[in-house]
């Protein structure tokens, strides 16, 4: 647990808010460094070394309770907070404990406050998942959690917008929970942009600290590096004090050659286990040179060295590693964007095999070893066969390096060629497709009531005109039925008239007419049943091919208005 009584933190007796409100017109650019709760803490050591050939830049740090663990000592990486406090540029650490040391009274200044006053940009480098939650949320139950909270998103209160960059760092698994995409909606689309107040700096993909494979694991320290000197607008007039050290005073380098060393297939092993041995016994001698520091990842302001310089006059990268790590955008990031563009490959410059062969002839240089123990008079000088054979050795060595180095370079552009290739595809496959998109979405949302549909039969005119048109045929046709119905009711009704008379015939013959006129009587009454059977069964005829037409009527002109609805 950090607490405000250690002697790198500001002391209780001290009012940590008055402090930093003292410091506000100190000419400086004001960097606000917070951390929390993630294995990526380890790497504010080399964000913190990588500013610091700025002079006119002063940091506070922020740390959170659970960030506070990973800074404990515990190995070269992890140094202490008190370590950390005596990195360059470094003014005060902040714990939650630093809020209140003493009972505040009206009048004295609270330290969220002044932090957010005296920030110019601030830095959450990482930010967890626990504390991203919270920040999207509102909860401030910390001190980073509060300055984020009274942050001035729109610069009416201080009068001027200040940044808030987050590197997002958690476990894939978190990373890729549909939690965290409605937090990174709310970061980057809410309250990001370029208009924003929050800067998101999303995840890589790579081996994490908990050996799962995927995104999660944040951004390089150097883009961090890059991005807050762009937010704070820092120009490079200090490039001059950078520090760069020589490739074989690298522990990393170093750890790569031994580990280079014990991959030699055994069938050559024997060969050249003197080799080997030299090798091994150089890098150890290299280990113990009395400049090197026991922790190498810490800095302090008395080992700020002026830079080397390359063959064309320009600052040569870190020694960490012998390719360009600028490009530190991962494909996700890239096809995120609206219109995603290949970037041209990085070429390698025409001196970078020479240089590159001097560094690696320069890691096995023959520097004699300080020593403080004075020699004996008999102690005679190495001879001379042997500074050859040294000398040969580390030029096969160099040439080695060097081969190796090219083809891996040259591996690498091939793989940006070919990753640039896939790009523009997809690039070109995602801009058909948005064209296709937006035509259907323009068709999809033009009004339908001014929609004109095209007939073969009649004029182009919207739905409505169409149906209003088929309204007006149908109650035509209905009008006609009507009155087929009524004919066809008077027929029914003189019909039953017939059978009426005809029952009055039939019982006036049954009561004693004669047979003479009984037949004639019959024979007429057989011929008006005849015809009055021939007018109902045209009448119905007549009725039902009316009524067929008009369905059919009915049905075509149905179909001919969806079919041109369907077409249109």
Not at 188 to 210: F, I, M, Y
Not at 242 to 251: F, G, I, M, Q
Not at 466 to 483: C, D, I, P, W
Request: proline content about 5%.
């Amino acid at each position: 647990m950090v607490t405000n009584t250690e002697p790198h933190i500001d002391s209780p007796q001290a009012s940590a808010a008055a402090n930093v409100a003292l410091a506000h017109g100190d000419g400086k650019r004001h960097l606000l460094l917070a951390v929390s709760g993630s294995v990526a803490t380890i790497k504010i050591v080399p964000i913190i070394n990588g500013l610091a050939h700025h002079s006119n830049l002063s940091i506070r740090l922020i740390l959170t309770e659970a960030a506070a663990h990973f800074l404990g000592g515990q190995s070269p990486e992890q140094p202490t907070l008190a370590e950390v406090r005596r990195l360059p540029n470094v003014d005060a650490i902040y714990a939650d404990s630093a809020e209140w040391t003493r009972p505040w009274t009206r009048g004295l200044p609270i330290l969220h406050i002044e932090l957010r006053r005296w920030a110019d940009v601030l830095v959450v480098s990482p930010l967890s998942a626990n504390t991203m939650a919270k920040m999207v949320a509102g909860i401030c139950d910390n001190l980073l959690l509060s300055v984020i909270r009274a942050w001035d998103s729109d610069g009416s209160i201080d009068g001027v917008r200040k940044k808030i960059v987050v590197a997002c760092a958690m476990n894939t698994a978190m990373w890729w929970h549909p939690v965290t995409a409605s937090h990174l909606r709310t970061l980057e689309e809410d309250w990001g942009g370029e208009s924003g107040w929050v800067e998101v700096l999303r995840p890589v993909s790579k081996t994490l600290a908990c050996n799962d494979v995927g995104d999660g694991a944040m951004v390089s320290w150097e883009t961090i590096v890059a991005v807050a000197e762009a937010r704070l607008g820092l120009s490079d007039d200090d490039a001059e004090n950078r520090v760069t050290r020589p490739l074989y005073e690298d522990p990393v380098y170093l750890a790569v050659i031994l580990k280079w060393s014990q991959r030699i297939p055994d069938c050559f092993y024997s060969c050249y286990r003197p080799v080997i041995s030299c090798l091994r016994t150089f890098v150890d001698r290299k280990r113990r040179r009395p400049r090197f520091s026991s922790s190498p990842t810490i800095m302090s302001r008395s080992e700020i060295k002026a830079p080397k310089k390359g063959l064309d006059g320009s600052e040569l990268c870190s020694s960490s590693t012998l390719l360009d790590q600028a490009c530190s955008s991962t494909l996700r990031a890239r096809l995120r964007s609206q219109e995603p563009a290949s970037q041209p490959f990085a070429a390698l410059p025409s001196d970078s095999g020479a240089e590159v062969f001097r560094r690696f002839r320069a890691c096995f240089s023959l520097e004699p070893v300080c020593s403080s123990l004075p020699l004996a008079k008999d102690t005679k000088a190495p001879p001379a066969i042997e500074a050859e054979a040294m000398a040969q050795l580390r030029d096969t060595f160099a040439e080695a390096g060097l081969r190796f180095y090219t083809a891996i370079a040259e591996d690498i552009v091939q793989a940006r060629r070919d990753m640039d290739s896939e790009i523009a595809k997809l690039t070109e496959e995602s801009t058909a497709v948005l064209s296709r998109a937006d035509a259907l979405y323009s068709n999809v949302t033009y009004p339908l009531c001014v929609t004109l549909c095209h007939v073969d039969n009649g004029p182009s005119a919207t739905i409505a005109a169409h149906l209003s048109t088929l309204l007006a045929k149908l109650s035509t046709a209905h009008g006609e039925l009507e009155g087929l119905h009524k004919e066809w009711q008077s027929c029914v009704l003189e019909e039953r008239e017939a059978w009426k008379e005809l029952k009055a015939i039939d019982a006036i013959n049954s009561n004693g007419v004669p047979k003479v006129e009984n037949d004639a009587v019959k024979v007429a009454v057989e011929g008006f049943r005849t015809e009055a059977e021939a007018v109902i069964e045209a009448n119905e005829a007549e009725l039902e091919e009316i009524d067929t037409e008009l369905r059919e009527l009915m049905q075509g002109e149905t179909l001919k208005i969806m079919q041109s609805m369907m077409a249109s």
